[in-house]
C-alpha cells in the first residue's frame, strides 16, 4: 500500500460510521462540570455525567486543589518507584484503604490503567479469566493483554459461571465483573461471586467505578452495600473520576497484592505519576463522601422519580437501582433522533450506539448527580413522555 491509499481506506471507514450512524463527536463545554453545561452559547441541563455526588466543581475540592499547588507544585516529576510519590498520595493511599477496609491501596492515573495493570499481574498464560459478557472495554482489553484463556459468561449468568469454573482445567483462575454495568446500571451478583471464587479457589476482581462514593454506608462502594467480609482473594478497584469527582483510580486488597502489584503492574512502574493536586482535592472529595448521606439521599430520590415518570413509556427501562438510568430505543438511528430532539428542549442526554452497547440496544444513558433539582428530572419526564 502506498500512503494515499493506506489513507483512502480510513477515510472509507470513517464514511461507513457515518453512513451507520456510529460516527462519534465531541462537544467542548465552556463551563465547568456541573447540571447546567454551556455548549455553542447555549445552556443545557446535563444528563451525561458520572459525577454522581455533584463534587467535580465542589468548593471544597477547588480550594484543596489550589491549596495543595501552592504547597505540592502541579507535577509530580516522575513515576512513584522513582521520585514521584509525594507524601499526599501516601496520605490519599492510606485514607482509601482504612475508607475501604483493605490492609492497604495502590493509586494509579485511571482506572483504564488500574485494570491493565492489575489482570496481567495476576494472571498470564495457562490461567483463566472469568468474565461478564457486559464488563467494561478496560477489563476485557486487561485480559487480552495478560494473555490469559479468556472465557466469558451471559451478563449475571451464575449458572453459566458455575459450569465454567468447573470445567476448568487452568492453573489459576480469576472472576472479573464490573460491580455496577456502567451501560445498563444493574448491580453484579457480589455475595454469589464471591462463593464461587471460594468455592473454585479464584480471585475476584471487582471494578467499582460506578458504585464506590454512591453505595453502601457513606458510600463506602459496593462491597459495603452487600455487607461482604474483605476476603484475601478479593480484589477491589475503585475509580476517582465519577463519584468523587477529580480524577485517578485505586486497588484496595491485602499487603501482599498490593505489595506484588508495586513490583509488577506496568502500568503503575512505567507512568508519572499523577498530580499531587489531584490527590489533595481527592482527600478533601473523601471527606464529602464519607459525610455525604444527604446527596446520596437526594440522588435516590431522583433516582425514584425518573424511573416513576418513565414507567410507561413504549421505552424499556433497566432494572437499574443506580443513578445509570437507560432509556433503551433500538435503532441507532432512531436514538440519535430522540437525543437530537431533547438537545433542542435544552436537555443533554448521550445516545449510547455499538460498540459500547450490544447491537440493537442503542439507548439513552440519562445518568442523575445529586446536583440536579427535582424540577430538572422533572423536565427530562415531561419531554421524553411528548417524544415516545
Ligand atoms: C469509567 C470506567 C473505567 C475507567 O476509569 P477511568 O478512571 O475513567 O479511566 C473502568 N471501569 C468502569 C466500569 C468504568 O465505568
Redesign the pocket.
Known amino acids: 500500500m502506498n500512503e494515499s491509499t493506506l489513507h483512502a481506506e480510513l477515510a472509507g471507514h470513517l464514511a461507513q460510521l457515518e453512513k451507520d450512524g456510529l460516527r462519534r463527536r465531541r462537544r467542548t463545554l465552556d463551563a465547568p462540570c456541573g447540571p447546567l453545561a454551556r455548549v455553542d452559547g447555549r445552556q443545557l441541563v446535563s444528563f451525561c455525567s458520572?459525577d454522581y455526588l455533584g463534587l467535580a466543581s465542589d468548593p471544597a475540592l477547588i480550594d484543596a486543589a489550589c491549596a495543595g499547588a501552592k504547597a505540592w507544585g502541579v507535577g509530580s516529576g516522575a513515576s512513584h518507584l522513582v521520585s514521584g510519590h509525594l507524601a499526599p498520595h501516601q496520605a490519599l493511599e492510606e485514607k482509601l484503604a482504612a475508607f475501604t477496609g483493605f490492609a492497604r491501596a495502590l493509586l494509579f492515573s485511571?482506572?483504564?490503567?488500574?485494570?491493565l495493570g492489575i489482570v496481567p499481574a495476576l494472571v498470564g498464560r495457562g490461567d483463566a479469566v472469568f468474565a461478564d459478557k457486559l464488563?467494561?472495554a478496560?477489563?476485557i482489553d486487561a485480559v487480552q493483554l495478560s494473555r490469559a484463556d479468556s472465557q466469558r459468561y451471559a451478563h449475571g449468568d451464575l449458572a453459566a459461571l458455575e459450569r465454567l469454573l468447573a470445567a476448568s482445567r487452568a492453573r489459576r483462575k480469576l472472576i472479573l465483573s464490573?460491580a455496577?454495568?456502567?451501560m445498563d446500571g444493574d448491580l453484579a451478583p457480589l455475595p454469589a461471586l464471591l462463593e464461587l471464587a471460594e468455592r473454585f479457589d479464584a480471585w475476584l476482581v471487582i471494578?467499582d467505578?460506578?458504585g464506590f462514593g454512591v453505595l453502601g454506608a457513606q458510600g463506602r462502594g459496593s462491597l459495603a452495600h452487600f455487607a461482604l467480609a474483605r476476603a484475601e482473594r478479593i480484589v477491589y478497584?475503585g475509580?476517582?473520576?465519577?463519584a468523587a469527582g477529580a480524577?485517578?483510580?485505586f486497588v484496595a486488597a491485602s499487603q501482599t497484592v498490593i505489595e506484588w502489584l508495586l513490583q509488577r503492574a506496568r502500568s503503575y512502574i512505567f507512568s508519572t505519576g499523577s498530580s499531587p493536586v489531584m490527590a489533595c482535592a481527592l482527600l478533601a472529595s473523601l471527606e464529602l463522601i464519607e459525610h455525604g448521606d444527604r446527596r446520596r439521599q437526594h440522588l435516590g430520590q431522583l433516582t425514584a422519580q425518573l424511573r416513576a415518570g418513565l414507567a410507561e413509556t413504549r421505552w424499556q427501562l433497566m432494572p437499574s437501582p443506580t443513578a445509570i438510568q437507560p432509556v433503551i430505543i433500538g435503532d441507532n438511528h432512531e436514538a440519535m433522533r430522540v437525543a437530537g430532539a431533547l438537545f433542542e428542549r435544552g436537555l443533554w442526554v448521550p445516545a449510547i450506539r455499538p460498540p459500547t452497547v450490544p447491537k440493537g440496544s442503542a439507548r439513552l444513558r440519562v445518568s442523575l448527580t445529586a446536583a440536579h433539582s427535582e424540577a430538572q428530572v422533572a423536565r427530562l419526564v415531561d419531554a421524553l413522555r411528548e417524544l415516545a
Open positions: 458520572n485511571t482506572g483504564y490503567m488500574a485494570n464488563n467494561h478496560s477489563l464490573d455496577v454495568f456502567s471494578d467505578a460506578h478497584m475509580t476517582l473520576g465519577k480524577s485517578g483510580a
